[in-house]
């Protein structure tokens, strides 16, 4: 029988000075609790009261990581009621905070899971007991933290990012905390300043790579199936070359899904659905420049690429829709270093008689309707770019969507005055409406919790054995059909505040796409009925 310590130090059954009379009676808890009993509701005041004590987001979120730790309905209870406000602090812009400061203010997250590179034969061992009192597995979020957001390698300290994108796919879709486990692979860093940094709490040694790194990566893959054959492999900032690889490798052998390569990518298809009605110009009929090569940039336009196919264009008129733009300018046939996903855009060597080394020398070429950008440089979407594109196009699609916030490459303030409010904008972290001659433009923000709770709530419900497109493509409309855009300063997605009800949406959307697909494991008859089923609730 559980003892009364035994219940404090769980957060999956600690309540704290909720436990009632009866219950401090059955469980030895008198003498161990204040005299006080709360409600659920009175406690989530009572913290909410303190958290507003913290003048800063990282302090915040550093509180409310010991509300985590030490009572995981509590956590839940005040992120969902106050969730546009703390939605910020528990993921982007904060998480990057939380991620560098995560030796130097170590707190271990108490269901965070640290597989080490340098043994891998303790593998099995680890998963098993970091799952042995969970009732089912149905999530795994890993990361190598080697790209994190857009501040790079931080190693073992990119554990903040799985730990906060579960979060997130619980506040967001109900998914259930106890069915999910946030995964670091210690793979190292080649940080300068970590393996420097005294408390580092990480492999002091820089990354493994070649055959090595692959073959844990393999054996972490057979093993995790092994153990949770319906589990569902979310991949989370690994590097640009190894996300890509993984993603090819295992997508049509495992349930898999990349939220920097396919996540983010579906909240742009879901935006450029929105800039067609907004425009009244289809999406197979924009032209696109995408500012960044990297995963996200290449993520990004192969979903716009595959939503253009799923509404009629051939996959070579939509490839010449494409114009990537990376740090020696447009990305050409023949450049050395090129990844995969780069080559397939490159363009001709031969296209252009006038080298295109800078973004405002593609802009000018080009003349696209649609610039998203993916690069992480700040302030690279100029006045003298989105005037050409205002003059080339009448409502000009410009979607700054790097996080975090600081490294925005354009303010929507400045995209909307410079347009002379004609600029349908979308960015990465969150943006105050802007006033622009008499009309309130709300900002539409390109945040993934509008997209991944719902996608991997309905991989979950389906049990889908494989991602399909069809999947993905589900979502972005799902997310799309939600916003009225009749509105002129209408935002082109919904808020974050509305997630868990885009989230349903969305979950919906994708069980319809799996069961279309027979990808789907578990028998539904009723979905809505399905997907109301899973949701858990922050409930005593």
């Known amino acids: 029988m559980l003892t009364g310590k035994d219940l404090l130090n769980n957060p999956f059954l600690n309540k704290g000075t909720a436990f009632s009379a009866q219950e401090r009676a059955d469980y030895k808890l008198n003498g161990l609790l204040p005299t006080a009993i709360q409600t659920l509701d009175e406690q989530v005041a009572a913290t909410y009261a303190q958290l507003e004590t913290y003048t800063t ?66 593998m099995a061992d680890v998963l098993k007991e970091a799952s042995k009192d969970m009732p089912q ?35 967001a879709a109900g998914i259930n905390p106890q069915h999910v486990l946030p995964i ?3 793979n190292g860093t080649d940080r300068q300043e970590l393996l420097d940094n005294p408390n580092y709490v990480g492999n002091r040694q820089n990354r493994k790579t070649g ?44 349930t898999t899904f990349n939220d920097d390569i396919q996540g983010t990518g579906v909240m742009m298809a879901a935006s450029m659905n ?31 690429r595959n939503e253009m196919i799923r509404q009629g264009m051939s996959e070579a008129d939509a490839m010449k829709r494409f114009f990537i733009v990376d740090r020696y300018g447009l990305v050409i046939a023949g450049q050395e270093n090129l990844t995969e996903g780069q080559t397939r855009y490159a363009r001709p060597a031969d296209e252009f008689t006038t080298p295109m080394t800078t973004l405002t020398d593609v802009v000018k070429a080009v003349k696209p309707t ?3 950008g993916t690069s992480g440089q700040a302030n690279t979407f100029t006045q003298e770019i989105v005037e050409v594109m205002s003059a080339n196009t009448e409502r000009p699609a410009i979607m700054p969507i790097s996080n975090p916030t600081e490294l925005q490459e354009g303010k929507a303030d400045d995209i909307i005055k410079w347009s002379k409010g004609n600029a349908l904008v979308v960015t990465g972290s969150p943006s105050d409406p802007v006033e622009f001659e008499g009309t309130t433009y709300y900002i539409g923000q390109a945040n993934n919790s509008l997209l991944y ?64 697909d027979k990808v789907n494991r578990a028998e539904i008859s009723n979905i809505e009925a399905a997907v109301d089923a899973s949701i858990w609730k922050p409930e005593y």
């Open 274 to 304: 929105a800039v067609a009605k907004a425009s009244n110009k289809p999406v197979t009929e924009q032209t696109y420049v995408v500012f960044g090569g990297g995963t996200a940039g290449i993520g990004v336009s192969d979903q716009i």
């Open 211 to 254: 055959q090595e790194y692959w073959d844990y990566i393999d054996q972490f893959v057979e093993t995790a199936k092994g153990m949770f054959p319906d589990v569902l492999f979310h991949w989370e900032d690994f590097g640009r070359a190894n996300a890509s690889v993984i993603l090819e490798k295992y997508k049509n052998d495992i």
């Open 370 to 372: 649609v610039l998203i």
């Open 453 to 516: 709770p719902g996608l991997g709530a309905g991989i979950v419900v389906s049990k889908a054995s494989t991602v399909t497109d069809a999947m993905l493509s589900a979502a972005a409309h799902g997310i799309a059909d939600i916003q009225d855009l009749s509105e002129k300063g209408a935002s082109l997605l919904p808020p974050v505040e509305t997630a868990p009800q885009a989230s349903k949406y969305v979950a919906m959307a994708v069980v319809k796409a799996a069961i279309e």
């Open 137 to 171: 597995v149905d999530m795994l979020v890993i990361t190598d933290g080697e790209g994190v957001l857009g501040i790079g390698d931080w190693g073992i300290q990119g554990v903040m990012i799985s730990v906060g994108k579960l979060a997130v796919y619980t506040v």
């Open 184 to 186: 670091v692979i210690d």
């Open 57 to 122: 987001r990282y302090e915040q979120n550093k509180f409310l990581m010991s509300v985590y730790n030490t009572n995981r309905v509590l956590y839940y209870a005040i992120v969902g009621s106050h969730i546009k406000e703390l939605l910020p602090v528990i993921y982007t812009p904060t998480i990057a905070d939380a991620v560098r400061g995560f030796s130097d203010d170590f707190v271990r997250p108490n269901d965070a899971v640290f597989l080490d590179v340098n043994h891998p034969e303790t």
